[in-house]
């Protein structure tokens, strides 16, 4: 069974920074498309950014573009998330999982709080 485990949130202020990592116990993605996504309280899951298996091509919700990058290291099995310049509506829990279908169970995700 896959695991995906996120972390690296936190609280910070706005217009701070924050890297969260995403790795998978029992099987690598290496073979796959991947993609961060959040949700804030009261709303639904959002895609925030998504690289392709080889990190050659990377794209990103139009919320994060020129604030985020998504990058990824395949003999590790991980995948990251820098985000700068955090802005208060960044505030939600940030999951990754494979994209473009979600092969592996939801994880746990981690909390980011941007404080204005």
């Known amino acids: 069974q896959v695991q995906l485990v996120e972390s690296g949130g936190g609280l910070v202020q706005a217009g701070g920074s924050l890297r969260l990592s995403c790795a998978a116990s029992?099987?690598?993605?290496?073979?796959?498309?991947m993609a961060w996504f959040r949700q804030a309280p009261g709303k639904e899951r959002e895609f925030v950014a998504a690289?392709?298996?080889?990190?050659?091509?990377?794209y990103y919700a139009d919320s994060v573009k020129g604030r985020f990058t998504i990058s990824r290291d395949n003999a590790k099995n991980m995948v990251y998330l820098q985000m700068n310049s955090l802005k208060s509506e960044d505030t939600a829990v940030y999951y990754c999982?494979?994209?473009?279908?979600?092969?592996?169970?939801w994880g746990q995700g981690t909390q980011v709080t941007v404080s204005s």
């Open positions: 999982n494979t994209h473009p279908l979600h092969l592996y169970p």
């Open positions: 029992g099987r690598t993605f290496s073979n796959y498309a």
């Open positions: 690289i392709s298996w080889s990190g050659g091509n990377t």
